[in-house]
């Protein structure tokens, strides 16, 4: 059952300094199937992140459709949850208010979204920092956060625009192992965007390639589960598969 | 040596007990040097007096009454006009700093009021309004209200667009985005213009009492000219000195601790 379908999606800026327009998103089509997880990858500039925003209804597109669940898109909404490069939590409010946002905006009572954002904390391992405030954090658990606390919200789908680009390589294979773990246990609708082909192989269940603001081709990735990577680094499947997806970055 | 490391211990360990200490002591050498020159003959006692004469002022002026009077109408004014301030400043900074177009038309007038000084509006306000209370309310909202508008949209547009972001795409309105995302991301900022705003409008308004007043501190300084009373002149900028030091130490900079600083915004 397909969840998230864009189709023909079109997006032309204005560029006010050019005088002309400027084609970021030139004609692409995509259906994601309820718990599937989608990687997008692609050079810069081909288009992947505004594909994102425009999903996420934080900027409007020139043509074509986005359906969610047969419903047409329109400006952000709880049913499609954002985790962000930046991490974008709230400063001002502890690890335990910042996953217990979007229950809040939901009218959940107090004492129910504090046990719904413990739960969370405590499928991320971070129960312990609930009442920490996310400067008192390292990169990575604030992402940790970022991540739960979009999943609290139980969105119908998951947007994720490189949201380990900006921690350091041990950390980062710690966080995919976990969002792979999380993944099984929650088996949410994942459409995460990166420009790291061994990220994108590695987490999937299907890796989109992108170029020019098209869909250049897509790969399916039938590695079993859990995913490790002391265990893929060998396999000879997980090699291939990068190597071919890695190919068709390079020719974008 | 050892006695000079002891003393050093003591003030170290007694202003951890008692911070206050850490504010006085400073002011000693200041205090002694002002006693050696008033007490050297240099000048005549009457131009020139020593800190005894001034404590004796303040003594005898607060039992009299007239200290504490003008310093509570001095108060009043500062707090109703910086209350005035911060209810239009806030909204309207918020509103400037969320919208392009706000704030393509208000900038270039706000840049524009800001440069005519409180005290440049006084000749044209005393013939609207006369020597009053209006005219007093009205350059001190005046003052405070730039800092605080032109820092709430520097705060508005220092908030990260992503948090906007991450909340509406947590199910946040609008409202609620200002509420829990632009107000409390601008708070530093807005604390800072509270800061610089009342500390102009301290000024303007002992610039004010001095021209317009009837009573309050500046009243009192600009009359005990009149008298010649050096005295009461130098007590009144010490009070001046005194309960700026009060407002800034013990209320505003707790507050820009317990926001800012705690929540990693303002690094220092």
């Known amino acids: ?252 | 040596m050892s006695i000079v490391l002891k003393l050093w211990s003591l003030y170290v360990r007694g202003t951890n007990r008692w911070p206050v200490i850490a504010t006085i002591v400073p002011f000693i050498p200041v205090v002694a040097l002002w006693s050696i020159a008033a007490n050297s003959g240099m000048f005549p006692r009457a131009f020139f007096p020593a800190p005894a004469d001034v404590a004796r002022t303040f003594v005898a002026l607060t039992y009299k009454g007239i200290l504490p009077d003008y310093l509570q109408d001095s108060l009043i004014r500062l707090l109703t006009g910086a209350t005035i301030g911060v209810v239009l400043g806030i909204p309207l900074g918020l509103l400037i700093g969320s919208s392009k177009w706000a704030h393509r038309v208000c900038w270039p007038v706000l840049l524009f009021f800001q440069a005519i000084g409180d005290i440049a509006w006084l000749p044209i306000l005393l013939i609207w309004f006369g020597f009053g209370l209006t005219t007093m309310t009205f350059v001190i909202v005046y003052t405070v209200l730039f800092p605080i508008v032109l820092n709430t949209v520097l705060g508005v547009e220092s908030v990260h667009r992503d948090l906007a972001r991450a909340a509406q795409s947590l199910g946040a309105s609008r409202m609620r985005v200002l509420w829990e995302v632009t107000l409390p991301g601008a708070l530093p900022n807005i604390i800072t213009g509270l800061r610089n705003g009342l500390g102009y409008g301290w000024r303007a308004l002992i610039a004010v009492e001095i021209i317009v007043g009837t009573s309050g501190i500046g009243f009192m300084m600009f009359d005990a000219r009149r008298a010649g009373s050096t005295v009461e002149i130098i007590l009144g900028m010490i009070v001046l000195g005194t309960l700026w030091y009060i407002v800034d130490a013990w209320i505003l900079a707790p507050i820009e601790r317990a926001t800012g600083r705690r929540w990693g915004l303002v690094t220092s």
């Open chain 1, 1 to 252: 059952m397909k969840t998230l379908s864009l189709r023909n999606l079109q997006k032309t800026y204005f560029d006010p300094y050019a005088g002309s327009q400027v084609t970021a998103v030139h004609d692409v089509s995509l259906d994601v199937e309820q718990g599937e997880f989608v990687s997008v990858v692609g050079p810069s500039g081909c288009g992947k992140t505004t594909i994102l925003n425009m999903v996420a209804g934080f900027i409007p597109y020139s043509g074509g459709e986005i359906l969610l669940d047969g419903a047409a898109v329109k400006g952000p909404g709880p049913d499609r949850g954002v985790v962000f490069q930046s991490f974008a939590l709230f400063p001002w409010k502890t690890v335990l208010e910042n996953v217990g946002f979007g229950p809040k905006m939901r009218g959940v009572p107090k004492a129910d979204r504090d046990r719904i954002a413990r739960e969370y904390l405590e499928l991320a391992g971070l129960s312990h920092a609930a009442d920490r405030y996310p400067n008192e954090l390292s990169g990575g658990m604030q992402q940790r956060v970022g991540v739960v606390r979009a999943l609290a919200n139980n969105p119908a789908v998951l947007l994720m625009d490189e949201p380990f680009a900006s921690v350091d390589a041990q950390t980062r294979m710690t966080l995919q192992e976990e969002l792979t773990r999380i993944w099984q246990e929650r088996k949410p609708t994942v459409i995460f965007i990166t420009h790291d082909v061994a990220e994108a192989v590695f987490l999937a269940n299907r890796v989109v390639v992108l170029s020019k603001g098209r869909v250049l081709d897509q790969i399916k990735v039938d590695l079993p589960r859990p995913r490790v990577w002391d265990h893929l680094m060998q396999d000879e499947t997980f090699k291939r598969l990068s190597a071919q997806v890695l190919q068709m970055v390079r020719s974008a």
